[in-house]
C-alpha cells in the first residue's frame, strides 16, 4: 500500500460505509457494515459498487464489549483478529491485534484527556457540534516490545470523520493487513467519538 492512507466515514449515518484512499488518491477498501445481525459482519471490497470482496470480519460472540474480530480474506482464510481490551479501554482506547493466539500489535490511544474533553464539549448547546473539528484524537499501532510501526491521526472534518493512517516502520504484507484491518474495526467501533 503507497501511504499515507486516508479514511473517511459518515459519521451520522444509518448504514456505516468508509472509504479509504492510498496517497495518489485511488480506492484501497470500501467498507460496509452489515446491520440488524446479532454477530458482527463487516464486509471489505475493493470498489464501491460491492463486486470484488477482499476480506470479511466477523465478531465471535453476540453483541459484547470484548468481542474479538476475526479478519479472513475473500477465500476464507484466516488472516488475523482484533479485540478491545475490556475494561482498560473505558479511560484510554486499548486493543490487541492478534495471528492466531498470539498479540502482535496493540492500537493505543494517544492521549485520554481528548476523549474526555470531546465528552464536555459534545454537551455545549450548539458549539457541541463542532467538537470534531477541534478535537483530534491520536493512535499509535505498536509492536508488544513497544516499537511504533503507524500512527492514526483524526484530522479536522464537519459532519464526518477523516483519519490518516501513517507508515512509521516496516511490516510484511500479513502484518500490514492485520494492521490496517483492525484500524478499520477499531474506527467501526470508536466511530461515535470524535
Do not use: C
Request: glycine share 6%; proline share 4%.
Amino acid at each position: 500500500m503507497q501511504y499515507p492512507l486516508e479514511i473517511r466515514f459518515k459519521i451520522w449515518t444509518f448504514a456505516p460505509t468508509i472509504s479509504v484512499t492510498n496517497a495518489q488518491g485511488n480506492l484501497v477498501f470500501y467498507v460496509r457494515q452489515k446491520l440488524f445481525k446479532l454477530k458482527e459482519v463487516i464486509n471489505i471490497f475493493a470498489d464501491e459498487q460491492r463486486s470484488q470482496p477482499l476480506y470479511e470480519i466477523k465478531a465471535d460472540r453476540i453483541i459484547d464489549f470484548s468481542a474479538r474480530y476475526h479478519f479472513s480474506d475473500s477465500t476464507g482464510t484466516y488472516v488475523g483478529a482484533v479485540k478491545r481490551r475490556g475494561l482498560k479501554s473505558i479511560w484510554r482506547a486499548h486493543y490487541d491485534i492478534f495471528d492466531g493466539d498470539t498479540v502482535v500489535f496493540t492500537i493505543q490511544e494517544e492521549n485520554p484527556w481528548i476523549k474526555v474533553l470531546d465528552a464536555l464539549f459534545e454537551q455545549i448547546p450548539v458549539v457541541g457540534a463542532f467538537s470534531g473539528y477541534v478535537l483530534h484524537p491520536k493512535y499509535l499501532i505498536a509492536r508488544p516490545s513497544g516499537g511504533v510501526v503507524m500512527r492514526l491521526e483524526k484530522l479536522p472534518a464537519f459532519w464526518e470523520g477523516k483519519y490518516l493512517i501513517k507508515q512509521i516502520d516496516q511490516l510484511n504484507d500479513r502484518e500490514e493487513k492485520q494492521a490496517v484491518l483492525s484500524v478499520l474495526m477499531m474506527l467501526l467501533l470508536e466511530r461515535s467519538r470524535g
